[in-house]
């Protein structure tokens, strides 16, 4: 392989200008949705100075995900999808408004502003499914896994220098210049939206219980798709390590708050620097046997850290865990996607959503609970240890991950 052919595939963004509009758009709007966070972070724990507060707040982002994510895929597969991702996004951009009218009315209670915290992510239950649908009928099949590539580290991108700017804006001109910002950044998701041609479902969904159960007993019967989320599964309830880090670090590096910052730091950096190499990756057949390398190297990497004598060898570590986790979330998303039918991509995408987003909560509890009743190295390294065996045991038990070349895809053409 070229060195050329080594870094991120940029063909999505040179010859599909409708996704070159959206990606811009998810970009800027994934930038505003970090200081936002940091703002309601900042403004929680000023209003209570209580932890059980701050925690509400990652409660009221995930109950919304929980309870509609799998009746938004539904709906998503019952309707024109384009419509649809226009009302979720207008949703999410009035909400981010009213949140940053504090600029005018003054701060409103917590209560209030966590209530706009769930408002939100419910519109952004709703948006993630539709949004992972749309790349099938906008990319040609040999650059879907480039255009996942680049929407995750679009992604990663705001993750690694939203949180310092929204701490550098909420200190200078408080929390409400911070969600006006994010306001502002809905007006450009909106903007990418609009440009998206009609899409219509290949069939009509029934409605309710029974379309969520359709879309479940596919993912169950489909043994890559399965694997697929399972394997993430294993990556993050078994071995995930961030609710370990501040007793990692009082108790192996002096409990120095810089080295606390740079744990975080250096996982986004491993994902970033992944994305940027995707290349090297996402131009090969087989992604699920991608997936199952980069889930048992994300395993592997972190159970070294967790015996890591030094700080520089514990931040290289986490480098390569973060590095690992981006080829394997880009790997699993191509699968999901070219693995389903456009008629039930709305259902098995927020499944995916939902293990995506909702693993890493039950693993850090998972972590920190086995840390409460051992010490923090054994939660971390016996996590890492199941990981890489639950992801040996997929690899066995689903030969299709690791052999199929010629996927069925899902996706249809946009209609005009």
Known sequence: MSVKHAFIDLEPLRTVPVFRRLWLGQVLSAFG???????????????????????????????????????????????????FYLITTCGQLITAAVMASQLVIGSVPVVVLLGLVAAQASFGAAAGPVARTVLPQLLPRELLAAGIALNRVGFQGAMLIGPAIGGLVVGAWGTGACYLIDCLSFLA?????????RMRVAAIAQPGLHAVWEGLTF???????????????????????????????????????RTLGLFLTAIAVGGVTASVLS??????????????????????????????PA??????????????????????????????????????????????????????????LVAQFTSPVTALASGALLCVAAVAAVAVTTPGLRTSEALTTGGSPAQP
């Not at 990756?281 to 997936?291: A, E, K, N, Y």
């Not at 998303?333 to 991509?345: A, F, G, K």
């Open 189 to 197: 998701a909106l903007y990418g939206v609009l440009g998206l041609p």
């Open 33 to 83: 949705g970090q200081l936002a966070f940091v703002a309601v972070m900042f403004q929680v724990w000023d209003e209570t100075k209580s932890t059980a507060w701050t925690g509400a707040v990652g409660l009221s982002q995930a109950l919304p995900l929980i309870l509609l994510g799998l009746f938004a895929g539904a709906l998503v597969d019952r309707v024109e999808r384009r419509r």
């Open 311 to 368: 700080p520089w060898l514990a931040l290289a570590f986490l480098a390569v865990a973060g590095a690992a986790d981006t080829v394997a979330v880009v790997s699993r998303s191509t699968i999901v996607q070219l693995h389903t039918p456009s008629e039930l991509l709305g259902r098995v995408s927020a499944a995916e959503q939902i293990v995506g987003q909702a693993g890493p909560d039950l693993g850090n509890l998972r972590g920190g």
């Open 279 to 308: 290349g090297t990756f996402t131009r090969l057949p087989r992604h699920g046997l991608v997936m199952l390398a980069g889930s048992a190297a994300w395993g592997i990497a972190l159970a070294l850290f967790a015996f890591s």
């Open 219 to 257: 993912v169950v019967s489909t043994p890559v798709i399965r694997g697929a989320l399972i394997t993430d599964l294993a990556a993050t309830v078994l071995s995930m390590p961030i609710s370990l880090f501040p007793v990692i670090n009082a108790e192996r590096f002096g409990n120095d708050p």
